[in-house]
């Protein structure tokens, strides 16, 4: 392939053949490459970057180039190493360039054995429906001030949708420039994000061949194109990969009877076939059917008790349509929202969605109780495959997400205290403590709870532990635990000094305090005990704050012995997804840190 002129350097590299032909002197690229006086806060830095792809002839070709700056030891880390993502069923991947060039100029190639192949690991924004793999070029030598460059191909088996180009690609680069080549009777449409990222595409043709070109200058964002020209012609795609899946043979038919049996209204029917799908369909990343898209035969799921997300919801429409509820499948793009203007297969997750109840259900596991949705799900486009549309799912309410915390403390001598202390949680803060311990063994559910609560005590000793509503969907989950802590307050001579409220805003989410931006109602009631000798209590003043994004109440009481604490907090929005004011969010929590350092005197 013939490199444009905005590439500096054409590469001929065969692993065989370690010649390498460069159109400048090493050192004369290591001067034009930019320096960290125009990047201060990176580590380094794409200085050059092509993308080419060539749909004008089978077989389809892609090819990336990359040149890359290196400007300090953490650039060193991140770049020693360069891992390529690609489909073996969809895909033959060449790498045809992988060298450095040192900061003195001496140019090194990359030999074959220092080029791995592995499966990718799975993360939660990954491709859920496709079952990748990736080759590792690991860089020898890498050193501050270094340029690393590397480029492959990608020869495209086949393409998911028959006789239609569609596909999204980043950029990020000191210069851009992205390539498509297509026949030249061709239509396609074409979207770009950021749109002024990338100047307008540059159109040539030649001979059948019609070339558009889009570079950037110090750009990042995204490219779309696709020849699709509706989401219902999508719909229509992935409806006819749906034949006889769905059909339920008469032992899976006698499960929804016994499954529904005795229950009187479809609220409760339609409950039990989904908890039995959440918890007794075990999730696996093992992606069959047409590139991942087709779901299996529901004959297949029942067998053997395994499926992804795609076949659990068309497992549970099958066995909802046996009681007469319509439900349909919908596509999600947990990564971020899809663009609804331009048709591309970009999504990475199902949901199902009840028309006639207008719900939206997440069968993935048996952390995510009925009507309930993970964050990543709520206020999120999705693709309607039964109707070609596009739609928005819920955000669920602060009164939906709840953790209410009791706690009894007993002061004891030399500043230690005997804690009883009880979680009830629902909707996001239910689903955070089913996926901590559901799956541990009592060994690690102990682990798991000193770690928590090492976050908000030290110098603890853990004595009982009582965990509930963890392996159950019908259940709420309840934490309880009896422990003693060594310096819960201050003491000096006849006087003593305590914080009662040290927790963490939220004591599962016992993280960053910027995590509790979801909509969420948190109470927290702490009684403590006092020792008989001191006589005098002294209380912080009450707090109340409120500002359009949430509040935080304070008050104290003190009745004989006894002082007892109510805390709450509220947050109304889902940072990232609605339109949130960081300002109000920076007073709420300053407030709240103010009452994690108040202070009752006790003489």
Known sequence: MKK????????????????????????????????????????????????????????????????????????????????????????????????????????????????????????????????????????????AGSIIIYAYQKQLKRTLIPNEIQFATTFTSHRSEIVLKLPKGRKINTKIKPKNELNQAVINTKGEIKEYTWSGYKSEGELLVSTLNSWLELSHWYNNLIT????????????????????????????????????????????????GYQPLAVKEIYKHKYAVTKDKVYFLIALLKEINVPAEAVLVDRKSNFDAGIVVVNFNHMLLYLPQQDLYLNPNSGF????????????????????????????????????????????????????????????????????LFGELSPMGQREASLNILNKHFSGLQLNEIDIKGINNLTELAELNFKFTVEDYYQTHEDKALLQVNQLAISFLLSIAEARNTIPCKIERKIVINIPSKYNSIILPKDKKFINNEGEIRVNYQKKENQIISNFSYQFNRLAGVEKVSWVYINDLLNNYREIKEQQILLE
């Open 4 to 143: 444009r002129c905005l590439l500096l350097v054409v590469l001929v590299l065969l692993f065989t053949n370690t010649a390498v032909a460069l159109e400048k002197d090493p050192n004369q690229l290591l001067q034009e490459a930019p320096s960290q006086f125009y990047y201060p806060d990176k580590d380094a830095v794409v200085w050059k970057e092509e993308q080419v792809f060539d749909y004008s002839q089978k077989p389809y070709r892609v090819s990336h180039y990359r040149a890359i700056k290196v400007f300090n030891q953490q650039g060193v880390k991140d770049y020693s190493q360069v891992k390529i993502n690609y489909h073996p069923q969809w895909h033959k991947l060449n790498i045809t360039t992988a060298l450095i060039i040192k900061p003195s100029g001496e140019l090194i190639t990359v030999s074959e054995e220092k080029i791995s192949k592995q499966a990718a690991k799975y993360t939660p924004n990954s491709k859920v429906y496709q079952s990748k793999q990736e080759k590792i070029i690991n860089f020898p030598e890498v050193e």
């Open 244 to 291: 006889q899946q769905g059909k339920l043979t008469p032992d899976v038919k006698q499960k929804v009877k016994k499954l529904t049996a005795g229950l009187t209204t479809k609220k409760a029917k339609i409950k039990a076939l989904y908890n039995y799908v959440a918890e007794d369909i075990r999730y696996l990343d093992y992606q069959l059917g047409v590139n």
């Open 368 to 435: 995510i109780r009925y009507g309930n949705l993970p964050l990543s799900d709520q206020g999120k486009r999705v693709l309607s495959l039964a109707q070609g549309q596009i739609r928005e799912t819920p955000i669920l309410s602060k009164e939906r997400n709840q953790e209410q915390v009791t706690a009894t403390i007993n002061l004891k001598e030399e500043g230690a205290a005997a804690i009883d202390l009880k979680i009830n949680s629902r909707g996001f803060y239910d689903f955070i403590a089913k996926a």
